[in-house]
């Protein structure tokens, strides 16, 4: 029998003394045996965004005695949700379409209308993300663009354009040749950064269910950060996983000793940044490095796997959509560094602006965010541009661009292929 349905036919006394102990990637939960109904809820927050989420959890559980959130935080949340039984999943917004066309997800218009909660709710973007198949298969819960982080001490003003980088870093080395305007990863967030640069040029990546790399336009964006490293030498060369970040913090173990002045970085970044640099650390949106301004980013979003059917189960989705949806309860989620999608809640957090600056910089960037191509696991038609590609560029100073569009064509073959289920 399921556990569920065990605990909910235990009697009281027996219900007291049950308990069963799970361990999630921030801490021990312990699960009482009670009668209220139980919705296991499965997330990847095992950074420091895991605590801010657990608030709103244990918030929602003690605010009333007829449902309770059980809350599991992975690292491997995706393979722990195709092994394991869960009520609620946290996916990726570029990976919706890939568990809505596997049959993992279901359709939640009911949930939306059970929680009194409309899709106009959410910001236009956000409202396109969790709408796949003509269905509507998850919540919004935030947008995270790539961002810029500036020490103050070293850059009074977040540079704007490229141009800005360049000269930071000629007033930088001028002072200190280990000081550069900014680190270039090798392993990491590279999707982020190769992303970032298409969306700033105008480069459509999409081509029918696949992705389509092997093009002039792409090469010659991507050898930009080549010519970074390599030509205008903004950034130390061969700088690996994370570099981006290491050499802001000057983790000099990582990087031996070289400091950048700002961070193209990921928003989860933001509580060590601010650890290290309390009030000397400045956030900005990410710089104009292409044609224009646009930047690449990610989402989180809510759904129910598709083999949730038991309606107490599902009232009780409802009832925590309806109180996570407030702005009072959401702005935790602003507290952890990360941007809510949710209208009444930014509304909320911009008239904060001081107490929520990664938030109000993200915000910035919405209109022109986009994440990656809504295709068939899209992860693996990108995983040959994150795991050869970028390192390549930005660790091999003689590479050409007829050498790297061989590898892109190989990118593309391998895109077509996973588009096509081989």
């Not at 800005?164 to 200190?176: F, P």
């Not at 000397?280 to 930047?295: I, K, T």
């Amino acid at each position: 029998m399921e556990l569920r349905k065990v605990m909910k036919t235990m009697t009281a006394a027996a219900a007291a003394a049950a308990i069963v102990v799970s361990g999630v990637g921030t801490g021990i939960t312990e699960v009482r045996a009670d009668d209220k109904v139980q919705i296991r809820f499965l997330n990847g927050f095992t950074g420091g965004d895991g605590g801010y989420m657990r608030e709103i959890t244990d918030g929602f559980n003690a605010s009333q005695d007829k449902y309770e959130i059980v809350e599991s935080q992975e690292k491997d949340h995706y393979l722990k949700f195709k092994s394991g039984e869960y009520d609620l999943v946290v996916i990726h917004g570029d990976r919706l379409k890939t568990f809505a066309d596997d049959g993992m997800i279901q359709d939640v218009s009911s949930v939306y209308e059970n929680a009194g909660i409309k899709l106009e709710d959410f910001i236009e973007s956000a409202q396109d993300i969790v709408q796949v198949n003509d269905g509507l298969y998850a919540f919004s819960l935030d947008i995270h663009p790539l961002v810029m982080f500036y020490n103050k001490q070293l850059c009074a003003e977040p540079p704007k354009t490229y141009e800005d980088i360049k000269k930071l870093n000629e007033e930088l080395q001028a002072k200190d040749p280990n000081l550069y305007a900014m680190g270039v990863p090798g392993l990491g967030l590279v999707e982020y950064y190769y992303m970032t640069m298409a969306n700033q040029n105008g480069i459509e990546l999409q081509d029918g269910e696949a992705l389509k790399f092997d093009t002039d336009e792409f090469a010659d964006a991507l050898m930009t950060y080549h010519d970074m490293i390599f030509t205008d030498k903004v950034s130390p060369s061969k700088l690996g996983l994370d570099g981006e970040f290491k050499t802001f913090v000057q983790d000099e173990e990582s990087v031996g000793g070289t400091q950048t002045a700002i961070a193209l970085t990921g928003p989860w970044f933001y509580q060590a940044a601010l650890e290290k640099y309390g009030d000397d650390l400045g956030v900005a949106p990410v710089p104009l490095l292409g044609n224009e301004n646009s930047v690449y980013g990610n989402a989180h979003t809510i759904a129910v796997p598709s083999n949730v059917e038991d309606e107490e189960v599902l009232n009780g989705i409802s009832e925590f959509m309806k109180y996570l949806y407030t702005p009072e309860n959401l702005i935790n989620w602003a507290d952890a560094g990360q941007a809510p999608t949710h209208i009444a809640t930014k509304e909320a957090i911009q008239k904060e602006a001081d107490k929520y600056p990664l938030a109000c910089a993200n915000y910035e960037q919405f209109d022109n965010c986009k994440i990656a191509p809504q295709v068939y696991n899209v992860g693996e038609q990108l995983k040959y541009l994150n795991e050869n590609i970028f390192n390549m560029i930005v660790s091999t100073e003689d590479l050409t661009k007829e050498q790297l569009m061989g590898e892109l064509e190989k990118a593309t073959k391998t895109a077509l292929q996973v588009s096509e289920g081989f």
